[in-house]
Structures are given as C-alpha cells and as structure tokens.
C-alpha cells in the first residue's frame, strides 16, 4: 500500500544540473521526515539530506552543502532534490526514504529507515 517512486535520474555532465522527485502514496510525506539517500555499487549507503515533518528542519551532507537543496510539496506529497553543480563523485543510485526522524538518514549505515523506494540512477560524466 505504501509507495515511493523516484522520478529525474539521468545522464548529466560535470557542472550541470538534476532534480529529482519522490512522489508517495499510502503516506504522507509531511507526517515525518524524509530524504535521500545514495549509493554506488559495491559501497556503503551515503545519507545526502532530509527534512523534517514537524519544523521542517533540514540537515545536508557537508560534500553536497551549497550545491543541493531539498524541498517538500505537502500539497503533491512530493518531495525534490534539486543538485546543481554536479560533479562525477556524485554519481550513484538515489533512493527516496522516510523516517520518524530526520538525523537517521543522514546516518543510513547506523539505522533503518521506514521505508524504501526503488531509486533512480544519477550518473555524471563528460
């Protein structure tokens, strides 16, 4: 009943720009926090950033500081992450994820998330 679907992953060359969408059915993505999280094969989950559900609070990784800006639409229930500047290490499956919280999904590889969508690849290079 709960979904998550990722939608803007593509091909991008160094210094240029995505925005990606999380649209949700079955919740509602202002209820908790929600976010992003990213990995390439083979590696660690890497939290990206997340946003809050009661004050809006918003946390960044540092390497994606300045360059990243999350978002939520509670009106689409959709939530974006628009990544300017982008740069080949940002390369990596993008999944959108809910939690109670909004520090655990910085912290991806110490706690669980509620819930999971399917990702959407972001692959940079020239």
């Known amino acids: 009943q709960v979904q998550l679907v990722e939608s803007g992953g593509g091909l991008v060359q160094p210094g240029g720009s995505l925005r990606l969408s999380c649209t949700a059915s079955?919740?509602?993505?202002?209820?908790?926090?929600v976010g992003w999280v990213r990995q390439v094969p083979g590696k660690e989950h890497e939290g990206v950033a997340c946003?809050?559900?009661?004050?809006?609070?918003?946390l960044y990784k540092n390497s994606v500081k300045g360059r990243f800006t999350i978002s939520r639409d509670n009106a689409k229930n959709t939530m974006y992450l628009q990544m300017n500047s982008l740069k080949s290490e940002d390369t990596a499956v993008y999944y959108c994820?809910?939690?109670?919280?909004?520090?655990?999904?910085?912290?991806?590889?110490?706690?669980?998330?509620?819930?999971w969508g399917e990702g959407t690849q972001v692959t940079v290079s020239s």
């Open positions: 994820v809910t939690d109670t919280l909004c520090h655990p999904i910085l912290n991806p590889n110490l706690y669980d998330m509620d819930y």
């Open positions: 079955g919740l509602s993505l202002s209820d908790g926090a």
């Open positions: 946003i809050s559900g009661g004050d809006g609070t918003i």
